[in-house]
């Protein structure tokens, strides 16, 4: 049995900018991460858990990718081609790669393979084979042409036969299929000659590939609709000589006929494969599973805004571009079976939850005898019993309150979902609760006095939500400058969008104190404030030498001249927090939410110049706002405080530097080897 879980996009940004979509989707170092390479100028790395991208890297303008970027699992670095010869190497504290190591190679590459437990390797458009370690050693080496005139790869996989590399790679010319397979413990080159599909019109729109003990299963899905397996030996018995392998029919009619584009096909084990197209019934794409085995459709998911024929599988999570946007849906695949073919895979239940058995033996049940004597009150019992069982089961509380949700007041509806509450979690709860939500804020805008605040409320704290879960939450929340269930959100929410958290932030800074002070506001992040406030104001009396910054010290007298003429001013700001408490616990929401400086940057140019001299997100604000930083008078103080400290740290830098060559003069003195009968006194001058 295989099912299909829900599934959710990885970012708002549109991929997909060239006319094939994304050219891929590999492993990164670590489980949880992946490399998005998209076919214009971009790769993006992603942690699939936080639904976030953790950096992004583009060549610039008129350059343009070329084969999909993979993980160097030996180094964690990462490589890429583009303009078909140009190899970057990168990580991830590299910005700009424009600015990492680069190296022209003599052909053009078609692909990158990268997987654990061995080198990457480069596959050339010419069919040569070349590890990365040798090629870096000579970027302009000559690379031999293997397959012929006209030839072209399509397909190409990288895997380990008993813990040797193997790399397969699908070519066709005019029609005709041929598969080359390369064994780099014996490097030895085996061509085969594959008789594909059952028409002559029939063309091959997608491959797989898993290896079993002796044999390379190599699955097609062709332009009929139907799935073929060829066999092709591990260890073949005439490697030199082309041979022509017969493929079998292993599904029929999976997709329709008709779709010329926008198939595509994965194994996920060996006996489950994934299929994306049209099926026959239908005109709209679709995401399904099939067991190979029995030859059955297990699960099916509509893809109603069309994909562009491309499927990732990695894990148990299967990657498509789903309209514009990479999608990831998680899948689950049980041990075959004839039963769970068939859908009647009986699955455990909870052991809490005792089911009803098909047969009762009444004359056992507690308080009743075994005699004759009390066979007439156990038919009485066995009647009353009979029609106990026979009344329709209770309805679910999930299903009474999405029922109420659509007609009750708020009232019954805050009733309906404390009874659901206090039942015990299901595997569903998180979408039940997402699909709460969603029914609630329809009803908001079919009925714009219906507010349920209260209830919307209680459904946050469940924290078993997410942004993607319920996307109109926050926008909700922002129509109605609701600042509690935004810092609720902020708080929870692993996955909101950079734009969002910048809507929150304008919301924070805009609202006035009066508003705030009555607001139910939490004040955990800011429980020692008063305390703080207290510490700065005595530490401020004292003359403490910080770093080697003495905040009494301004050797910018001209820049200074102001803030001198006007000392009690300075006295006064400088002991005050420019943000009230509330506001502050706010901020804090906003500064401990998660976000990717990369998206952020953009949405940080819309605050208010009278906003941005307060926060703790001073890089990235200077570089959004630097030209007003640089005019609002008040701006002045803050920069002039940001000379005077960058300047103590520069003399402090420059001292350790002194310190740090004589410590090395010193370490070449003791590393060399004297005589001990002679001895010598020398005098080092460190300043």
């Known amino acids: 049995m295989a099912a299909l879980e829900e599934g ?30 998209d076919s214009g100028r971009t ?3 992603y942690k699939v858990s936080d639904q976030k991208p953790l950096g992004s890297w583009s060549v610039k303008q008129g350059q343009i990718i070329t084969c999909p970027a993979v993980c160097n699992f030996q180094t964690g670095e990462y490589i890429v081609v583009h303009d078909n010869k140009v190899l970057r190497i990168w990580n991830n504290e590299d910005v700009n790669l424009d600015k990492v190591f680069k190296a022209t190679l003599s052909a053009e590459v078609y692909r990158i393979h990268s997987i654990q437990g061995t080198e990457p390797l480069v596959l050339f458009k010419e069919g040569a084979i070349r590890g990365l370690e040798a090629l870096l050693a000579e970027p302009q080496q000559k690379i031999e042409t293997v397959i012929s005139d006209e030839e072209v790869i399509k397909w190409t996989k990288f895997f380990m036969v008993f813990r040797h590399p193997v790399l397969i790679f699908i070519t066709e010319k005019h029609g005709n299929y041929f598969a080359y397979v390369q064994k780099f413990n014996s490097r030895i080159l085996s061509k085969y000659t594959l008789l594909l599909g059952q028409e002559e019109k029939s063309v091959t729109q997608s491959f797989s590939t898993s290896v079993h003990r002796k044999f390379i299963s190599l699955m097609s899905l062709s332009s009929d609709g139907c799935v073929y397996e060829t066999l092709i030996p591990v260890h073949p018995s005439d490697p030199e000589k082309n041979q022509r392998v017969v493929p079998s029919l292993l599904l029929k009619s999976v997709v329709s006929g008709n779709a010329r584009s926008g198939v595509a096909l994965t194994i996920l084990d060996q006996d489950h494969v994934a299929v994306l197209g049209p099926p026959l019934s239908a ?16 699960t099916s998911k509509e893809l109603p805004q069309g994909t562009s024929g491309q499927l990732w599988y990695h894990g148990e999570n299967l990657f498509m571009l789903h309209g514009k946007f990479l999608t990831v849906i998680p899948y689950k695949c049980e041990v075959s079976s004839l039963a769970g073919a068939l859908g009647k895979l009986k699955h455990s239940q909870d052991p809490d939850i005792h089911a009803m058995t098909h047969f009762v033996n009444w004359e056992t049940s507690q308080g009743y005898g075994l005699g004759a004597q009390n066979s007439e009150q156990s038919k009485r019992i066995l009647r009353r019993r009979k029609i106990e069982v026979s009344v329709q089961p209770e309805v679910p509380p999930s299903t009474q309150l999405l029922a109420a949700i659509q007609k009750d007041s708020e009232k019954h509806i805050e009733v309906e979902l404390r009874k659901f509450l206090a039942v015990k979690r299901t595997p569903d709860f998180h979408t039940i609760i997402g699909d709460v939500v969603i029914g609630l804020l329809g009803r908001y805008k079919a009925e714009p006095s219906f507010y349920p605040r209260n209830c919307l409320m209680q459904l946050i704290q469940t924290r078993v939500l997410s942004y993607s879960l319920c996307p109109g939450l926050m926008e909700f929340a922002l129509e109605k400058t609701d600042v509690q269930i935004l810092q609720l959100c902020l708080q929870q929410f692993p996955d909101i969008p950079e734009s969002v958290t910048c809507a929150c932030l304008k919301i924070f800074l805009s609202i006035g104190d009066d508003s705030l002070q009555e607001t139910d506001i939490n004040m955990e992040s800011v429980s020692d404030y008063t305390a703080t406030i207290q510490d700065g104001e005595i530490e401020q009396q004292t003359e403490i ?20 003429e006007k000392p009690q001013a300075a006295t006064e700001e400088s002991t ?11 901020l804090n929401a906003i500064l401990h939410s998660a976000y990717s400086e990369t998206f952020l940057l953009p949405h940080l140019k819309d605050i208010p110049a009278q906003h941005i001299t307060i926060m703790d997100w001073i890089c990235l604000l200077l570089d959004a706002n630097f030209t007003v930083v640089v005019m609002i008078p008040e701006a002045k ?21 002194k310190i740090e060559v004589s410590f090395r003069e010193l370490q070449k003195l003791n590393q060399e080897k004297t005589n001990r009968e002679l001895y010598s006194i020398e005098v080092l001058e460190l300043f």
């Open 283 to 298: 005109s709209k794409e679709c995401l399904s599973i099939w067991n190979t085995k029995f030859q059955t459709l297990q």
């Open 545 to 564: 030498l910080q770093n080697g910054f003495n905040p009494e010290e301004d050797n910018c007298e001209n820049c200074a001249q102001e803030l001198i």
């Open 43 to 45: 790769v993006i790395l």
């Open 8 to 37: 959710f996009t990885l970012t708002a940004v549109p991929l997909g900018s060239g006319p094939d979509g994304p050219l891929g989707v590999e492993q990164g170092d670590k489980t949880d991460q992946f490399l998005v390479t």
């Open 576 to 586: 005050s927090c420019p943000v009230t408490g509330k506001r502050a616990a706010l």
């Open 637 to 657: 103080r803050l920069l002039l405080s940001l000379y005077k400290f960058v300047k103590s740290q520069i003399s402090i830098c420059s001292e350790l530097n």
